[in-house]
């Protein structure tokens, strides 16, 4: 996948001005695909050249004037095509998880704290997520939205950027505490 599908997919829901494409990754789409907001004005600006996405300018009196995006036919056609093509394995790659494998030879002190940082993390994006799946859903219970709910797609995604990120937090805390039994059981021993 690259960035533009991700971008495209975004902008399916409205026009977005390049800080409202930001901020609509940061909450939603970050889940599952990461982006600074430099890459996405970039990106736009590519998506626009080749006719995916077109802009208009926004004229506002007390604020610089914005440009506002919205995906093409061309755009939609190409979200199409890449939604027909066969989805590549997804795998990890994380350095904590290089520095967990090097931890029994390298010392644990600083690894220990950098799981706990990383559990903390996940359990505020787990409270964003939450918040994010109950504003799209709204007074619809989960199973009923499933199934008559409007556009569920970055609520599906949601609920996947949730579950990994309990599993993610419930494995940095176990990790850390089986990395600080050991070092006990090292200086007792």
Known sequence: MALRHAVLAALLDGEYSGYQ???AFDVGVA??????????????????KDGLVAGRQVVQETRPN????????AGRAELESFAAAAAKPSFIRDDL??????????GTGPVIGQLEERASAADAKIELLGAL????????????FLLRGERIGPYLTCLR???????????????????????????DG
């Open 21 to 23: 494409l930001a901020k």
């Open 31 to 48: 889940n599952f695909w990461y982006a600074l907001p430099q890459q996405l004005y970039a990106e736009l600006t590519k998506l626009e």
């Open 66 to 73: 914005k440009r506002l995006f919205h995906v093409t036919d």
């Open 97 to 106: 998880l290089v520095k967990v494998q090097a931890a029994d030879r390298i």
């Open 133 to 144: 799946l109950r504003q799209l859903r709204g007074a619809a219970d989960e199973e009923e």
């Open 161 to 187: 950027g949730l579950a990994f990120e309990r599993e993610h937090r419930d494995w940095c805390r176990r990790i850390a505490a089986v990395l600080r039994e050991r070092q006990k059981i090292n200086a």
